[in-house]
């Protein structure tokens, strides 16, 4: 398992991470180079770019280190190469390790612009083509029409919906599977119980499925659960052995703290334990929604949730 640093939460975005700092943001990726950590995750649709240019301004004080840098386009109507030569420069690149395509839509032909990921990759603009945030059938169905390397989806004791059938159709079809919020977007820290736990009344977690009534006794019963704890919440994804774990953290210390929790161990009781209370949580939770971040394929036009 390789340990990945998200920067979703580098620039605020669609009402998520909508307080953070800059000069924070910096920080954390310098103290995930120091800590070792050589691929970052990225996507245009953080910060509207702005994730992008900050990575790249502080990778750029390492040029004696490698990075594998992997971003994410949305569906458009413009080229995949006209996409990925914007965020080339913004990232200060000339080629990509993984590029995804970030959310399915019907409002374009997704699969035309997979196919265009692969002639890029056929070029060596981009090491690996992968795509997020599909539901299990949409990833087979997609796969037995387009080869894809990498699948990138949630995972975490809030949202953990088909994990274990998801990563055996992965390694079935060699298929990389990288997972990310494994603290389900910082709900897994316990600070947030219900909607008014958050400072920002704009803040889109308040929106998430663990606010619904259905929901939210069992997602109470998930931070009660006996050792339950923000690092074991970590562990809880990281013994699952996902290929790439993508930390999210808007601080050194959240960096420095989960990458210790990552070295700790989880015992077979307290797995247990939690895993039944995930399972509670995951069962309320479909007959809501599809994704963790409350959305619904059937009612909405298929497209992203960003």
């Excluded at 169905?141 to 055996?168: G, H, I, M, N």
């Excluded at 990389?176 to 909607?195: D, H, Q, T, W």
Aim: with cysteine; aromatic share 10%; proline share 4%.
């Amino acid at each position: 398992m390789e340990t990945v640093l998200g920067t979703w939460q580098t620039a605020p975005s669609d009402g998520f991470w909508t307080d953070q700092d800059t000069l924070s943001s910096e920080r954390t990726i310098s103290c995930a180079v120091r800590c070792g950590i050589r691929t970052f995750d990225c996507a245009q649709s953080y910060g509207s770019g702005r994730a992008e240019q900050i990575l790249a301004k502080v990778l750029s004080r390492f040029a004696d280190l490698d990075f594998n840098i992997d971003t994410k386009i949305m569906p458009s109507s413009k080229s995949v190469r006209e996409l990925v030569e914007k965020s080339l420069v913004r990232l200060r690149r000339t080629s990509l390790n993984r590029l995804y395509l970030h959310w399915p839509s019907s409002l374009f032909d997704w699969e035309d612009m997979i196919l265009q990921m692969h002639a890029l990759k056929a070029e060596g603009l981009i090491a690996r083509v992968g795509v997020c945030n599909l539901s299990l059938a949409q990833l087979k169905d997609l796969c037995s029409r387009v080869p894809v390397d990498t699948f990138q989806r949630p995972f975490s004791l809030l949202w953990s919906r088909d994990f274990e059938e998801t990563q055996a159709f992965c390694r079935e079809n060699n298929i990389e599977l990288a997972v990310y919020s494994p603290m389900g977007a910082g709900l897994l820290s316990g600070k947030y119980r219900k909607p008014e736990d958050f400072e920002n009344p704009s803040d889109r977690r308040r929106s998430f499925f663990c606010f619904e009534p259905s929901c939210n006794e069992p997602f109470l019963d998930l931070l009660d659960t006996p050792g339950f704890s923000a690092q074991n919440a970590l562990r809880w994804v990281s013994v699952r052995k996902p290929d790439l774990l993508l930390l999210g953290c808007r601080s050194e210390q959240q960096l420095k703290a989960d990458l210790e929790a990552l070295e700790g161990s989880l015992d077979s009781e307290t797995d247990r334990q939690l895993s039944e209370a995930a399972d509670t949580l995951c069962t309320k939770a479909r007959k809501i929604c599809d994704n963790m971040f409350s959305y619904n394929w059937d009612k909405k036009d298929k497209g992203g949730a960003q």
